[in-house]
C-alpha cells in the first residue's frame, strides 16, 4: 500500500526494553535497604554484580551513558586516580586492588543514585525508605539494650556488624530525618520523622560512642548555624545538654556500681587509655608515613595491621584491654596507605561536597534541595569528626555514604547524548 507508513530502522529505547529504568531503580531501593542488615550482605555482594550489567545493558540500549556532570567530578576522580596509582607500588598489591575496587564501586553508586533518582518523587521515596530504616534500626537496637542478655559489658550492634559501625550509620541517617523534620510542615508526618530522629539520638547515646556523641554535637551545631533559627537553636541546646548530662549521669553510676551489672558499659569506656593508645598508633603511623610519603604502604584499612603486625598490635593494647589493630583515623590512614597526595585529594573532596551543599542551601525555589543540602553539611562534618578517632569510611559504611551524597548533590547538566558514549 502506497500509504502505508514505514517501520522506523532503529527501534527506540523505551520500545526495547520500556520498563528498564524501573527495573534498575527497584533494584536500588532493594540494594540500598539492605545495606545496614548484616544478614543481608548477600545482596550487596550479589546485587552489585547485578547492577553493573544492567548498567551497561541501560548504555548500549540508550546510546548514552549515566554519569552527571558535578562540582564534586574533579576532586573525586582525582582520589580515585591517585589510589589506582598507588596499587602497583602497595605491600601487597592484591589486597590494595580489592580495596580500590570497592572505592569504584563507591564512586559508581554515587553518579547511579544521583542519576536514577533525580526527579523529586523518586528522591522523596528514597528519603523515606531511608527514615524508615533508621526508625527501624534505632528501634531494634533500643529492644536489644534492653533484653537481657547476661552480659556486663554491653555494646549494641542492631542489625550491623558491631556497635562502632552502628553508630557511624546513625550519624549518617540522623542529619536527614532532622532536616525533613524542619523542612516539612506541621502534622503527622513531620511529628513521626521528628519521633524517629529522637528515638535515634538516643540509639546513638546507647551505643557509649565518644567519638559518636562528640560527632552528634558537632552536627547539631552545624544545623544551628547554617539553619540560624531561635527555635533550632533550642532543639540543639536540648539536645546537647541532654547527652552532656546522660555521658555525667552514666559515669556516676558506673563509679557506684559493681563492673557485673547489666546494662552498663565496661569501666574501659570511661578511662583515657583509647585517647592514649591512639596517640601511640597516630605517632607509630607518622613515622611509617615519613617512610613513604608519596605512595604510601598500601590502600585499605586492614594493609596497616597486615605491614606492621604485632609491633603496631602492642602499641593499642594494655594488660585489660586490647583496642582492635589499625590506624584508627580515617585522614592519617589513608595518608599512611596511599600518600600525601591521596590525603589531600581527600580532603579537596570533603570540601567540594561541603562547599556545594552550602550553595545548595541557599537555593529556595524548593525545599527538597535546601533539606538535603542541610542534611549533608550536616553529615560531612560528623562523619570527618567521628572518622579522626576511628577508620569508619570502609565497607557497606562508606557506600551508604555515597548514596546520601548521590541524594543530596543536585546535578548541574544533562547526561550527555550517543557522542558523549
Known amino acids: 500500500m502506497a500509504d502505508a507508513v514505514a517501520a522506523p530502522s532503529v527501534a527506540t529505547p523505551s520500545a526495547v ?9 527497584g533494584l536500588l531501593y532493594v540494594y540500598i535497604f539492605s545495606l545496614p542488615f548484616k544478614r543481608l550482605l548477600f545482596i550487596e555482594r550479589n546485587g552489585f554484580i547485578i547492577l553493573v550489567v544492567l548498567l551497561v545493558l541501560w548504555c548500549a540500549v540508550n546510546r548514552q551513558h549515566f554519569f552527571l556532570r558535578t562540582p564534586i567530578d574533579v576532586p573525586l576522580l582525582a582520589f580515585i586516580a591517585w589510589v589506582g596509582f598507588t596499587v602497583p607500588f602497595a605491600t601487597f598489591p592484591l589486597y590494595s586492588s580489592k580495596e580500590f575496587a570497592k572505592l569504584l564501586q563507591q564512586g559508581l553508586m554515587f553518579y547511579t543514585v544521583m542519576f536514577f533518582f533525580r526527579d523529586s518523587v523518586h528522591r522523596w521515596r528514597l528519603v523515606w525508605m531511608l527514615i524508615a530504616q533508621l526508625a527501624l534500626v534505632s528501634a531494634y537496637g533500643m529492644w536489644e539494650f534492653m533484653s537481657d542478655h547476661g552480659t556486663s559489658i554491653y555494646y549494641i550492634e542492631s542489625f550491623l ?7 557511624t550509620y546513625l550519624l549518617m541517617l540522623i542529619p536527614l530525618s532532622a ?51 531561635r527555635r533550632v537553636a533550642f532543639i540543639a541546646g536540648v539536645v546537647i545538654f541532654s547527652l552532656l548530662i546522660g555521658a555525667a549521669g552514666l559515669l556516676i553510676l558506673t563509679k557506684l556500681t559493681s563492673e557485673g551489672s547489666p546494662m552498663m558499659p565496661g569501666s574501659g569506656k570511661f578511662t583515657t587509655y583509647n585517647l592514649e593508645a591512639r596517640l601511640n598508633i597516630w605517632l607509630f603511623a607518622l613515622k611509617k608515613l615519613e617512610e613513604s610519603p608519596i605512595v604510601g604502604i598500601g590502600f585499605g584499612k586492614d ?14 593494647s594494655a ?5 582492635p589493630a589499625g590506624t584508627h583515623n580515617t585522614f592519617l590512614d589513608v595518608a599512611v596507605g596511599a600518600g600525601i597526595p591521596a590525603l589531600l585529594a581527600l580532603i579537596w573532596l570533603l570540601w567540594a561536597i561541603m562547599k556545594e551543599a552550602l550553595h545548595q542551601l541557599r537555593l529556595t525555589e524548593d525545599s527538597l534541595i ?15 569528626v567521628r572518622n579522626f578517632f576511628d577508620h569508619m569510611w570502609v565497607s557497606i559504611l562508606a557506600v551508604q555514604f555515597w548514596v546520601l551524597v548521590g541524594l543530596a548533590v543536585f546535578p548541574r547538566s544533562k547526561p550527555l547524548g550517543p557522542s558523549g558514549l
Do not use: H
Request: a positive charge; charged letters at 10%.
Open 17 to 25: 526494553l520500556p520498563n528498564l529504568d524501573c527495573i534498575i531503580r
Open 161 to 167: 556488624p558491631g556497635d562502632a559501625a552502628l553508630a
Open 179 to 229: 532536616a525533613v523534620a524542619l523542612y516539612l510542615p506541621s502534622g503527622k508526618f513531620r511529628n513521626l520523622t521528628a519521633g524517629a530522629t529522637g528515638l535515634s539520638i538516643l540509639c546513638l547515646f546507647l551505643t557509649y560512642s565518644r567519638a559518636g556523641i562528640l560527632a552528634m554535637m558537632a552536627e547539631t551545631l552545624a544545623v544551628v548555624w547554617l539553619v540560624r533559627q
Open 303 to 316: 594493609n596497616f595491621f597486615l605491614v606492621t603486625g604485632t609491633e603496631s598490635s602492642r602499641l593499642s
Open 319 to 323: 594488660a585489660t584491654t586490647v583496642m
Open 370 to 384: 535546601p533539606m538535603l543540602s542541610l542534611a549533608l553539611a550536616a553529615m560531612v562534618v560528623g562523619m570527618c
